[in-house]
T-cell receptor, first 111, second 114 residues
Framework: SQQGEEDPQALSIQEGENATMNCSYK?????LQWYRQNSGRGLVHLIL?????REKHSGRLRVTLDTSKKSSSLLITASRAADTASYFC???????????FGEGTQLTVNP | DAGVIQSPRHEVTEMGQEVTLRCKPI?????LFWYRQTMMRGLELLIY????????DSGMPEDRFSAKMPNASFSTLKIQPSEPRDSAVYFC????????????FGPGTRLLVL
């Protein structure tokens, strides 16, 4: 199966709630990145976590990385309607420049 | 900075026609990536360039697809002849290899081949 698989495929929550998305991967990585894609737009980088890091914060975003389980999670706290988008994880290999993207989680935040 | 610029934003063409997609990366970035996004296959890397040189084109589906980067500020992705299964959104992304690992995406070209 594909490197970088997100779970769940779709998530619907109410404004103010927290949203958690998970990503699993198969091979060794240099770093893992999360991107957001609004409908009809290009992807926008959110946060990068390196293989030697376990947790990282950026505003309302919290990312964790467990290299032993080859998994990562993205937590969006106090969600807003504007957070409605697709969220993708992308893994960067230990060598080379290519990113491998997962299939994404479609997040809907209802006002 | 204007960001990554892609043109056209939308393209509708008939099967068998040649399609050329264009990309202008962010000034100063030395890596450029072409992706294709479909519902069935998700986001796929087609090819990427470092310093205008193609490094990995293993994602290019077949000989009908070709990509060039004649200089640091311009790249094209050409499909000849186009087929309905090429219908997708094609994204270009760029980055500065030595200083950052994140990629900056353009708005995409939505291609429909009839």
């Amino acid at each position: 199966s594909q490197q970088g698989e997100e779970d769940p495929q779709a998530l619907s929550i109410q404004e103010g709630e927290n949203a958690t998305m998970n990503c699993s991967y198969k091979t060794s990585i240099n770093n893992l990145q999360w991107y957001r894609q609004n409908s009809g737009r290009g992807l926008v980088h959110l946060i990068l976590i390196r293989s030697n890091e376990r947790e990282k914060h950026s505003g309302r975003l919290r990312v964790t990385l467990d290299t032993s389980k080859k998994s990562s999670s993205l937590l969006i706290t106090a969600s807003r309607a504007a957070d409605t988008a697709s969220y993708f994880c992308a893994t960067a290999p230990t060598s080379g420049s290519r990113l491998t993207f997962g299939e994404g989680t479609q997040l809907t935040v209802n006002p | 900075d204007a960001g990554v610029i892609q043109s056209p934003r939308h393209e509708v063409t008939e099967m068998g026609q040649e399609v050329t997609l264009r990309c202008k990366p962010i000034s100063g970035h030395n890596s450029l990536f072409w992706y294709r996004q479909t519902m069935m296959r998700g986001l796929e890397l087609l090819i990427y360039f470092n310093n205008n040189v193609p490094i990995d084109d293993s994602g290019m589906p077949e000989d009908r697809f070709s990509a060039k980067m004649p200089n640091a500020s311009f790249s094209t992705l050409k499909i000849q002849p186009s087929e309905p299964r090429d219908s997708a959104v094609y994204f270009c992304a760029s980055r500065w290899t030595r200083r950052q690992e994140t990629q900056y995406f353009g708005p995409g070209t939505r291609l429909l081949v009839l």
